[in-house]
């Protein structure tokens, strides 16, 4: 198995934490990671707000669904990360929408989401994508100017625990050839 298809296959989702501060030399590799993330047209229409302080960690959490399993990890991770998309730029030429699936930014985030959270995992780092929150009161928090839209949370932190990886559909059960 290749080197990166070991961390594709190991990667888990990081709820839990140790009570560790990640260096900031790991921290510039992951956003690294994103600035290199491949985007349509190059127009890489992402924004990152790296936040520590715990009393903004606080109030993400409470913008957080009811029942979320990642509650306790926006406050537990010594890193948050706030992946932001910029609207009506991916997917556009000419300030016109060029796919039927409108604006291309989660597509692109998308890509920058496993970019960090493979980047990290190869660094001994855990996360966890979280994407149900008050997406407009956490856009509040962080002051995420009009034009820009959060997608998702990410807790970064070193993970307090191993966890076994979750089972996966057979290669034959979603590969077509030739036709779906």
């Known amino acids: ?26 921290l510039t590799q992951i956003f690294e990671a994103v600035q290199w993330s491949p985007s349509w ?37 010594p890193v948050v990360l706030a992946l932001c998309g910029k609207l009506n730029s991916s997917g556009y030429y000419s300030n016109q929408v060029t796919t039927v699936l409108g604006d291309w930014y989660m597509f692109d985030l998308g890509i920058a989401t496993q970019s960090i959270c493979l980047t990290a995992h190869s660094l001994g780092l855990g996360t966890v994508i979280v994407g149900l929150f008050d997406h407009k009161k956490v856009g509040e928090i962080l002051n ?9 949370l ?6 307090a625990k191993e966890s076994p990886a979750p089972k996966r559909r057979e290669l034959s059960e979603f590969v077509h050839h030739d036709g779906f």
Request: proline share 8%; charged share 30%; hydrophobic share 40%.
């Open 154 to 159: 990410i807790p970064v932190g070193f993970p």
């Open 41 to 77: 047209a190059n127009t890489q229409c992402w924004e990152v707000v790296a936040v520590k302080n715990l009393s903004i960690k606080e109030k993400l959490q409470e913008a957080l669904a009811p029942k979320n399993p990642a509650t306790k990890a926006v406050v537990a991770a």
């Open 144 to 152: 995420v100017p009009q034009g820009y839209q959060v997608v998702t």
């Open 1 to 26: 198995m290749t080197d990166f298809m070991k961390i594709l296959k190991e990667r888990r989702s990081i709820r839990r934490y140790e009570e560790k501060d990640i260096p900031e030399e790991m």
